[in-house]
């Protein structure tokens, strides 16, 4: 199982730290992922992680705003997100990747976490 966790309410321009934990400890050697949605919009990329975490990608709306880095002794995976903007306002999930590479596409995802929810008021 997936958890993640950290989300909140922060006003735009504040930061918030999520956490993904992999409690059954299946992710160590696949990519982590996170996703987004908005209320009426599809699920989609935010970043990704490679399994040792060489390898990196983020979508261009969150670039030089958010970081993924994870912790394999840990078992966690973290999204900082910083300057954060109402736009950034939705359920962020977590995922395990199908393969050990980097990958944008929720088909390159096998096991899902629950959501958290982040809101940015303006």
């Known amino acids: 199982q997936l958890q993640a966790f950290g989300g909140g309410l922060v006003q735009a321009g504040g930061s918030l730290r999520l956490s993904c934990a992999d409690s059954?400890?299946?992710?160590?050697?696949?990519?982590v992922g996170w996703f987004r949605q908005a209320p009426g919009k599809e699920r989609e990329f935010v970043a990704s992680i490679s399994w040792n975490g060489g390898s990196t990608a983020l979508s261009d709306p969150v670039k030089g705003r958010f970081t993924i880095s994870r912790d394999r002794a840990k078992y966690m995976v973290y999204l900082q997100m910083n300057s954060l903007k109402p736009d950034d306002t939705a359920i962020y999930y977590c995922?395990?990747?199908?393969?050990?590479?980097?990958?944008?596409?929720?088909?390159?995802?096998?096991?899902w976490g629950q959501g958290t929810l982040v809101t940015v008021s303006s």
């Open positions: 059954r400890r299946t992710f160590s050697n696949n990519a």
């Open positions: 995922a395990r990747g199908r393969s050990s590479g980097v990958t944008t596409g929720t088909d390159g995802y096998n096991l």
